[in-house]
């Protein structure tokens, strides 16, 4: 879980820089429940949560050995949203990642102050309507309980161990 750190200090590096996930690495980007925090983790709450602009996925589409890809640098073993193989679409982790929080992070939405607590780390904005979404992840093996708190609104939630969890309000 180095990427935020990682990201962090490449923009401290060049000024300016947009912070863009390249690809989803994984074993295989096959849809998996120990995959699911990873993903979200990478791709959506580290990202966002540092500096991100976009959630940019290279490649989206790839073939089963997760080609193409730069020969010079890049991911060799990142595959794309979808698999295609032939007539065969597979959906992978990165497409259901990006799908969920496209869903309640529409376009024009901005990223609001979090706080970020061990295990659960946590990315919010604000959508042009004026709603507030959190995308929570507990990233522990035991359920975690958590207050929300905006303003004077307060409520209380849980999540199991290794799963994602997005409030809206």
């Known amino acids: 879980m180095a990427i935020p ?9 060049v000024v300016g820089v947009v912070g ?13 429940p120990t995959a699911l925090i990873p993903a979200f983790f990478g791709a959506v709450i580290g990202i966002c949560g540092v500096i991100a602009l976009a959630i940019l996925l290279w490649n989206l ?11 010079d ?13 032939g007539d065969k679409v597979t959906r992978n982790i990165a497409y259901y990642t990006v ?11 901005v990223r609001i102050d979090s706080d970020n607590l061990d295990p659960l780390p946590n990315v ?21 309980k958590f207050d929300v708190r905006d303003g004077a609104r307060v409520f209380t939630a849980s999540l199991n161990a290794g799963s994602v969890g997005t409030y809206v309000w």
């Open 5 to 13: 750190a990682l990201i962090t200090s490449l923009l401290l590096i």
């Open 124 to 144: 919010a904005f604000k959508t042009p309507d004026g709603k507030r979404v959190l995308i929570v992840a507990n990233v522990s093996d035991s359920p975690q």
């Open 99 to 109: 799908a969920h929080a496209s869903k309640f992070v529409r376009p024009g939405s």
């Open 20 to 32: 863009y996930l390249n690809g989803t690495p994984g074993d295989d980007g096959k849809v998996s």
């Open 61 to 71: 589409a790839a073939d089963p050995n997760a080609g193409p890809h730069t020969n």
């Open 73 to 85: 640098g890049g991911c060799t073993g990142c595959f794309g949203a979808l698999t295609i193989d």
